[in-house]
């Protein structure tokens, strides 16, 4: 069986990571086999929204540190190959937010370290109410410093910063509170909760949400003024699309839309 799963419907696509025996570990081949897919659904038309899971009992526990410890055994103590997974992961984790697609995290079990990376990464994520999320790599020694760059980007940076410091886990109430994960449902009505959350974005104009996810990182690190100028020109372009001039006669005229995209 391959090592990520794709299937869907209805432009939802579905991926499933699939190495339950490794916790679904960010292995060499599946952070390939997640590179290489992404970028094919960047340019799938078709694809709206991606739904990302875990096989068996979690979603992801992060680096697999069986090949992490292998790697040590270079000349350079591994210094050369874990240089290589690093930019490999931070590679994968952008593309996740460049892609014109919305990325939901469906995540049951534990994420764990980059696995808690990912699921920060991600626009938006749903998580069964028995999950349990960690940057626990402090407890074998390991800063977890790139999970870092996306974790303080979700949540308050001193609550940040004991996860990181102390490598406990958190449960999914208080990642929902801290906004980590967007809610926190039983583990029973997830997969049925994610397929409704995707469904809604997927029902939305296209064209309209690839420019709005766009833009929506584009201005988070510019300052107040310049992001607003660069969304006021976002909404420019986004009004001279001939499916929102449709969309907003359809409104005034109490109807549903007829879009094209």
């Known amino acids: 069986m391959a090592i990520l799963e794709r299937n869907g419907t209805g432009g939802v696509v579905h991926l499933q990571m699939n190495a339950p025996e490794r916790l679904n570990a960010l292995s060499d081949a599946m952070l390939a086999a997640l590179q290489t897919t992404l970028d094919e659904i960047a340019q799938d038309g078709s694809a709206r929204v991606v739904v990302l899971s875990g096989a068996g009992k979690a979603f992801c526990a992060g680096h697999d540190l069986r090949e992490m410890t292998a790697a040590r055994q270079a000349e350079d103590g591994g210094a050369a190959a874990f ?32 696995g808690c990376q990912l699921v920060a990464t991600c626009d938006m994520a749903v998580a069964a109410d028995d999950t349990r999320f960690g940057v626990n790599g402090v407890n074998i020694g390991l800063f977890c410093s790139t999970p870092m760059v996306a974790l303080t980007r979700n949540i308050p940076r001193k609550q940040a910063f004991e996860m990181l410091t102390t490598g406990n886990f958190i449960s999914a109430a208080r990642a929902e509170t801290l906004g980590l994960i967007n809610r926190a449902v039983p583990p029973e ?55 929102t001039e449709e969309g907003i006669a359809a409104f005034l005229e109490k109807r549903d839309p007829k879009w094209t995209q």
């Open 189 to 243: 009505t997830l997969a049925q909760e994610t397929a409704a959350l995707a469904a809604q974005v997927a029902g939305k104009l296209g064209v309209a949400v690839k420019i709005g996810k766009r833009a929506f990182y584009d201005q988070l690190d510019l300052t107040t003024a310049a992001a607003y100028a660069h969304t006021g020109a976002v909404m420019v372009q986004n009004m001279l699309q001939s499916d």
């Open 83 to 114: 240089k290589d997974l690093f930019d490999r992961c931070s590679g994968v984790m952008a593309r996740i937010q460049s892609m014109p697609q919305p990325v939901i995290a469906q995540v049951h079990g534990i994420a764990t370290a980059a």
